[in-house]
């Protein structure tokens, strides 16, 4: 995640660069320290040191990591052409490079030609079965398809290898309630939180997707999911703590009012609908009035 500092700093050097200030060279390098997509600037502020001789021979070996940055941009921005050429001047200079392998296989997709890409991925993948980047490009590949049975597939496969990679298990998870998969999204949301226990968003996730399945032992974990969120973030998490108001109501329901966890915690729903018509009062007066006849209606 880029900070506000790092982001500062590079829109001011973009700025400068875009004004003729000079520096495209500390602004590419930036870019790509800080990972972030500004494709259009790149192939622009890219090109224009890869078209002239004087400039492009003073990088020295990185002309080479720019040829890859401006060949990435250039898909980005559906310039296969510029793409194209600056491939093949890698390809020329590391004829069996797998980096280069993977570019081919970028343009390929860039290009919709999803099988020929889907071959090369399988050849650079037989020479190293742990190669991240193809990995992420299949799931990649059949969600640009709409294929989403297949992405959740090879999410499965990867994440059976890279079992630590905490970006794919919310991915997948996302892509299961997205196609109303509860219970395998719930799965995913316990192996985050077991892995980073300290993350509300991940306790918030968890909570909805119980929440969403329902039945009362569901519902008294949800509960349980929104209350440590609210712990996590101070009590400053508002849908958290309607969380908590609607599986109180909803756990009252199910259990006719006789739920030993609602016995011992009484005071949680009322505490959590205060601590909500505070919420609103401070930062949306408009609505309390919907808020109060909503938790009314919840018998909170």
């Not at 298990?169 to 980073?196: D, G, H, N, P």
């Not at 509960?223 to 703590?241: E, F, P, V």
Request: hydrophobic fraction near 40%; charged fraction near 25%; glycine fraction near 6%.
């Amino acid at each position: 995640m880029v900070s506000n500092t790092e982001e500062i700093q590079l829109n001011r050097l973009e700025n400068q660069v875009d004004n003729g200030g000079g520096g495209a060279w500390d602004y590419l390098c930036l870019v790509r320290k800080l990972k972030v997509r500004r494709s259009e600037k790149v192939l622009k502020h890219g090109l224009s040191i890869l078209n002239d001789p004087k400039k492009r021979s003073s990088l020295g070996p990185d002309e080479w990591t720019l040829y890859e940055q401006v060949a990435i941009a250039a898909m980005d921005c559906q310039c296969l052409d510029v793409a194209k050429d600056c491939i093949k001047v890698l390809q020329k200079r590391f004829p069996e490079s797998k980096r280069v392998g993977r570019l081919e296989a970028l343009l390929l997709e860039a290009k919709g030609f999803w099988e020929e890409a889907e071959k090369v991925y399988s050849s650079l993948l037989e020479d190293n079965p742990l190669d991240q980047v193809i990995h992420k490009r299949r799931v990649a590949m059949a969600k640009a398809q709409g294929n989403i049975s297949g992405a959740i597939e090879w999410l499965n496969k990867y994440l059976e290898i890279f079992m630590a990679d905490h970006d794919a298990w919310r991915e997948l998870a996302e892509t299961y309630v997205s196609l109303q998969m509860y219970k395998q999204a719930a799965f995913c949301y316990e192996e985050l939180i077991l892995s980073q226990p300290t993350v509300p968003l991940y306790h918030l996730a968890y909570a909805d997707v119980l929440y969403t399945l329902g039945g009362l032992e569901n519902l008294q974990t949800a509960k349980k999911y929104y209350a440590s969120t609210i712990d996590l973030t101070g009590g400053k998490n508002t849908r958290a703590l309607l969380g908590i108001c609607l599986c109180s109501s909803a756990i009252a329901q199910l259990s006719k009012g006789r739920n030993k966890e609602d016995k011992e915690n009484p005071e949680l729903q009322s505490l959590a609908a205060t601590a909500l018509e505070k919420e609103y009062k401070q930062r949306a007066p408009t609505k309390l009035g919907l808020l109060i006849s909503t938790l009314k209606s919840l018998k909170v």
